[in-house]
């Protein structure tokens, strides 16, 4: 049961900001439609979101970083879904067995603990590099529009929870990431299982 509860705890702390921001993006274009009845939402989306992707086309660099940001974001998240593999004994589930005498899936606390501290490291650079192209990003889009009567204005307003709830994301990824790291350097957590000794039950 707590298993349970924390499971739903995370799932809602990445829903909700991620609900916030696709509801702040539907009041932006409802109030585009007020101001443009001839156009339809769809249109108004995709209208905006090629926009977005002509700045990126525009800014070499800032699109560089947008693919850089995301290698490492799921590099993180291959790394933690390792160790997290490497705790629960999960590995020795879904590979042969000959396969788990190499070091990558051995069953060790050392092997997950380095996981953890790479996703870390790794987490870390990818969220710095994603916050600051996108916004970046958001500095454009505002240098370029500033009339509520073009099709692609955004209200300050919402860019401004929309960041806030990318922010709160990214923070909480980390937060996360850091803390399994912190509890498995600091033998807070049990020790990895091993093939021999597997639970019977999981979450």
Known sequence: MLRLIVILVIFAIFFVPARIIRVEDEKAISFQQERLPQMTREQIYHARVFYKKTIYARHLLLRILRIISRIFLIITATLFV??????????????????????????????????????????SFGVMTWWYQYSRLLALIEDDI????????????????????YLFMLVMFLMVVYGFTFLAVTNGIPSSVTPYYLPKIFF
């Open 82 to 123: 390792g160790a997290v593999s490497i705790q629960f004994g999960l590995l020795f589930n879904l590979v042969p067995v000959g396969m788990t005498r190499l070091w990558a899936l051995s069953q060790s606390d050392g092997s997950r603990n380095l996981l953890l501290i790479l996703a870390s490291i790794v987490g």
């Open 146 to 165: 500033h009339r509520p009567e073009d099709l692609l204005w955004t209200s300050p307003t919402i860019l401004q929870r929309q960041k806030e709830c």
